[in-house]
């Protein structure tokens, strides 16, 4: 058996895990890489090579940058803004958060974006008498659509800007994705304004976020400290509401309002079946309730207290009620620093990523210990472990062959048709795989089809890159979707209603703008 033959095997495998949905998807990654090592398709450093690849390290950084911006408040700033000036109109309020939604995904990845808005496009939803089913997916669907904005928007971005920079045509430039990025936004806005109260359900889900913006107002009026409200929570400290469990070492101590406990957090007030116990000392019970005031990094070691549960975690409060501050104001001159880099076109990419990284930990945006856990090490191990599969696709031959099908099948001298063909390959694979895996797959495919036809290499790699990033029918297709099926109350045959016209429209803009933007 030839190298092409069982390159074309291992991704037949690879694409068959993926889709089987049993086993995680960075452990089919890594048996991908050791497989082709095995069969003697990469050598060791090409199996292992890809963790250290510019590309991943770039990725990696991404999610520090992000945990900067998201964790110091500026999204949930931009979110209230936002529901402060969007009004009750409905097509007001969902154009609003649709190009929110956006802009915060070229910045914070569509993951982040998704994550940071649930909460705010449900509470906006009962406010204009909207269910959240009605908001979320077009909401999801806009950033999917922002994620093409810029080069650091996506990961299949800068996949798709590296392949093009190793096949000799030079990567694309920071902003040159936003020439078929806004299209892509103003036509996916008006199909959900147009046609998403007719092809989305209406329907209220079984469980809904919790909007904690006003966490101090509502547990000082729970309490009863109404008082002490405006000093609960600051940038530098918070409340926690704790229950004490069962065989928990609380029971049976006495305590008081006002008493200092381990962890330096003080007891602002103790409850009992709904009942607040005053300022006399008592005995704990199971079931008391415990308001505790401490700065928010000893608020955060109570998630792993055996002896309390907590109500609502401290990280989504703090996210969600601390007010703009320092620490947002120089995450926010980091993100402009990166993007100054980026667009300059004089830092490389990984360099840059580093760069602002680090700044963002020594300038205390965020601890070492947050932007290790805010890396997406999933994400980080699929591309690094995928990047070998690539790789043996590209020097097996395997993407030669599957090339000369397609110029076959399309025919030769017809670049748009192979345009076509390329989009259709892509999109389909990534409705089932992750977008990043399935441009990793398609990239190497693209670059034989280019070199075999004579077509210039960038205009199919951008069509790939649309192609990834219509993960539009199926909840599986991106995190993002998975994210708001629940909080909507969706199920796995809404997606593909709404998301089928707003593929059409992004497969014209691939047919249509992308040959105007790089010459075919």
């Known amino acids: 058996m030839d190298d092409a033959s069982k390159a074309l095997i291992v991704l037949g495998l690879v694409v068959a895990l993926f889709i089987w949905n049993k086993?995680?998807?960075?452990?089919?990654?890594?048996?991908?890489?050791?497989?082709?090592?095995?069969?003697?398709?990469?050598?060791?450093?090409?199996?292992?090579?890809?963790?250290?690849?510019?590309?991943?390290?770039?990725?990696?950084?991404?999610?520090?940058v992000s945990e900067g911006i998201d964790s110091t408040g500026v999204t949930t700033w931009a979110g209230r803004w936002l529901i402060d000036r969007a009004g009750t109109e409905r097509t007001r309020v969902l154009m609003a958060i649709c190009l929110l939604?956006?802009?915060?995904?070229?910045?914070?990845?569509?993951?982040?974006?998704?994550?940071?808005?649930?909460?705010l496009v449900v509470l906006l939803g009962q406010r204009i008498g909207t269910p959240p089913s009605q908001l979320l997916m077009p909401v999801a669907f806009a950033g999917s659509?922002?994620?093409?904005?810029?080069?650091m928007s996506s990961p299949v971005n800068v996949i798709v800007s590296d392949a093009a920079a190793d096949s000799g045509a030079g990567p694309f430039s920071f902003f040159s994705f936003s020439l078929v990025g806004i299209p892509l936004l103003l036509g996916t806005v008006a199909i959900c304004l147009l046609f998403g109260p007719r092809l989305l359900p209406k329907r209220m889900p079984d469980y809904m976020p919790p909007d904690l913006g006003r966490y101090a107002e509502m547990v000082s009026s729970h309490y009863a400290i109404g008082d002490e409200a405006p000093d609960l929570i600051t940038r530098e400290a918070g409340v926690a509401e704790v229950v004490v469990p069962p065989r928990?070492?609380?029971?049976?101590?006495?305590?008081?309002?006002?008493?200092?406990?381990?962890?330096?957090?003080?007891?602002?007030?103790?409850?009992?079946?709904?009942?607040?116990?005053?300022?006399?000392?008592?005995?704990?019970?199971?079931?008391?309730?415990?308001?505790?005031?401490?700065?928010?990094?000893?608020?955060?070691?109570?998630?792993?207290?055996?002896?309390?549960?907590?109500?609502?975690?401290?990280?989504?409060?703090?996210?969600?009620?601390?007010?703009?501050?320092?620490?947002?104001?120089?995450?926010?001159?980091?993100?402009?620093?990166?993007?100054?880099?980026?667009?300059?076109?004089?830092?490389?990419?990984?360099?840059?990523?580093?760069?602002?990284a680090v700044a963002m930990v020594l300038l205390r945006v965020v601890t070492a210990t947050q932007a290790y856990r805010a890396i997406s090490w999933q994400t980080v191990v699929l591309v690094g472990a995928l990047i070998p599969l690539?790789?043996?696709?590209?020097?097996?031959?395997?993407?030669d062959q599957v090339a000369s099908l397609l110029i076959d099948a399309v025919g030769t001298?017809?670049?748009?048709?192979?345009?076509?063909?390329?989009?259709?390959?892509?999109?389909?694979?990534?409705?089932?795989?992750?977008?990043?895996?399935?441009?990793?797959?398609?990239?190497?495919?693209?670059v034989a089809a280019a070199e075999a036809t004579g077509t210039s290499v960038k205009p199919l790699l951008m069509v790939v890159a649309i192609a990834g990033a219509a993960a539009l029918l199926t909840p599986i297709a991106t995190p993002g979707n998975m994210m708001i099926m629940t909080p909507a109350g969706y199920r796995f045959g809404d997606y593909w209603k709404l998301g089928l016209p707003v593929m059409a429209w992004w497969f014209v803009v691939a047919i249509a703008v992308v040959p105007l933007g790089w010459n075919l």
């Open 413 to 446: 001298g017809r670049p748009y048709l192979l345009l076509v063909s390329m989009f259709l390959l892509t999109a389909t694979l990534g409705q089932v795989v992750s977008n990043t895996a399935t441009v990793l797959v398609v990239v190497p495919i693209a």
């Open 248 to 356: 928990s070492r609380l029971v049976g101590e006495r305590v008081h309002a006002g008493m200092r406990r381990e962890h330096d957090l003080v007891i602002l007030a103790v409850q009992r079946l709904g009942r607040d116990l005053g300022d006399e000392p008592i005995e704990v019970a199971e079931g008391d309730a415990l308001l505790l005031h401490g700065r928010w990094s000893e608020l955060d070691q109570l998630s792993r207290d055996r002896d309390v549960l907590l109500v609502d975690s401290p990280e989504l409060v703090r996210r969600q009620a601390v007010p703009w501050g320092a620490k947002a104001s120089r995450a926010v001159l980091v993100l402009a620093a990166l993007v100054g880099m980026l667009a300059s076109g004089q830092v490389p990419p990984a360099i840059a990523g580093l760069a602002a």
């Open 390 to 399: 690539s790789t043996a696709i590209s020097t097996s031959g395997a993407a």
């Open 145 to 151: 659509a922002g994620g093409l904005l810029m080069l």
């Open 101 to 119: 939604s956006a802009l915060l995904t070229s910045l914070i990845t569509l993951n982040g974006a998704v994550a940071a808005l649930l909460p």
């Open 23 to 64: 086993l995680p998807v960075g452990a089919v990654a890594i048996l991908a890489a050791l497989t082709l090592w095995v069969t003697g398709l990469v050598t060791t450093e090409q199996a292992v090579g890809g963790f250290g690849d510019p590309v991943v390290i770039f990725i990696a950084t991404l999610f520090v």
